[in-house]
């Protein structure tokens, strides 16, 4: 490809509720080409085949942080959030692009704390990343491809991401921690259907909710409230697509016996109502 040269294509194949691409691209940059200030709807991750630049984005508090970002690196913006990237003056960027989203995203970069304080993908397992990286370029190469086969390659490109990328997670500070925290998700796993609260968790585990709460937090990046509550809605997104369960049986089904209490969560989670939902992401 030559400066200034774009190729890129976006993903017509419908709705699929787990993990879906939207667009996908590459682009050699001229020195200083500049996109943004921008907020975008869904996920978008840059990886820089070669050259540098920088990035401008706004932060959980409110506040504007700035990267330098060179080749081998990467940088995801996430939804919702204000950014500007400028290719350098003297070396300016060539990257390849994939914005993504869906219902599993969230929680996986949760996982290895990614967030919009903590945007900057670094390898730290190279054959994943090539793995990463020739998945995208598949996908740029066969977007006129069937849907269900871009879509396949989209779990493939998310999968070599998550295992290449450098965690930024809290470290957990011993391997009792870790097992607390396995035993939580395997609780959650097992008894999400039941309305069952952080303090039975907590009690299944033997420790007190305060100290079950930080210890949660400092291995998963999330708080358990917030875990849960997440679990439970991508639970309902499945059952919401793909069965015809009324509203009521959906919200009992994940948890929450009270229509109102799950139609509340599922709006403060999803910005739209179980039923609104439904009907822009059945397959008909």
């Known amino acids: 490809m030559r400066a200034h040269e774009v190729e890129f294509s976006t993903f017509e194949?419908?709705?699929?509720?787990?993990?879906?691409?939207?667009?996908?691209?590459?682009?050699?940059?001229?020195?200083?080409?500049?996109?943004?200030p921008a907020r975008r709807s869904h996920y978008l991750f840059h990886y820089i085949i070669q050259g540098s630049g920088s990035l401008t984005a706004i932060n959980e508090s409110g506040s504007q942080a700035f990267y330098d970002i060179k080749a081998g690196e990467g940088f995801l913006i996430f939804p919702g959030q204000?950014?500007?990237?400028?290719?350098?003056?003297?070396?300016?960027?060539?990257?390849?692009?994939?914005?993504?989203?869906?219902?599993?995203?969230?929680?996986?970069?949760?996982?290895?704390?990614?967030?919009?304080?903590?945007?900057?993908?670094?390898?730290?397992?190279?054959?994943?990343?090539?793995?990463?990286?020739?998945?995208?370029?598949?996908?740029?190469?066969?977007?006129?491809?069937?849907?269900?086969y871009l879509v396949g390659c989209t779990y493939l490109f998310f999968d070599a991401f998550l295992r290449s990328a450098e965690s930024h997670r809290i470290p957990q500070t011993t391997k009792l921690h870790g097992f607390y925290i396995?035993?939580?998700?395997?609780?959650?796993?097992?008894?999400?259907?039941?309305?069952?609260s952080i303090e039975d968790i907590a009690r299944y585990i033997g420790l007190n909710r305060s100290y079950?709460?930080?210890?949660?937090?400092?291995?998963?990046?999330?708080?358990?409230?917030?875990?849960?509550?997440?679990y439970r809605m991508e639970k309902a997104c499945e059952l919401l697509k793909l069965s015809s369960l009324s509203i009521g049986e959906v919200g009992r089904s994940v948890g929450y016996p009270n229509q109102l209490h799950f139609s509340r969560a599922f709006r403060n989670t999803y910005g739209t109502s179980p039923r609104t939902w439904r009907q822009q992401h059945t397959v008909r």
């Open 13 to 36: 194949g419908g709705i699929f509720t787990d993990l879906v691409p939207y667009q996908y691209g590459r682009e050699v940059c001229i020195p200083g080409h500049a996109f943004g």
């Open 82 to 148: 204000t950014t500007t990237y400028v290719a350098d003056l003297i070396d300016p960027w060539e990257y390849i692009w994939i914005e993504f989203d869906g219902s599993h995203v969230k929680a996986s970069l949760d996982h290895i704390g990614f967030s919009p304080t903590s945007p900057i993908y670094r390898m730290v397992d190279p054959e994943a990343r090539d793995e990463m990286l020739g998945t995208m370029r598949r996908i740029l190469e066969h977007r006129n491809d069937s849907p269900l």
């Open 182 to 196: 396995d035993s939580a998700l395997s609780f959650i796993e097992k008894n999400y259907q039941a309305d069952v």
């Open 212 to 230: 079950f709460g930080k210890v949660f937090k400092e291995g998963m990046g999330v708080s358990p409230q917030q875990f849960l509550i997440g």
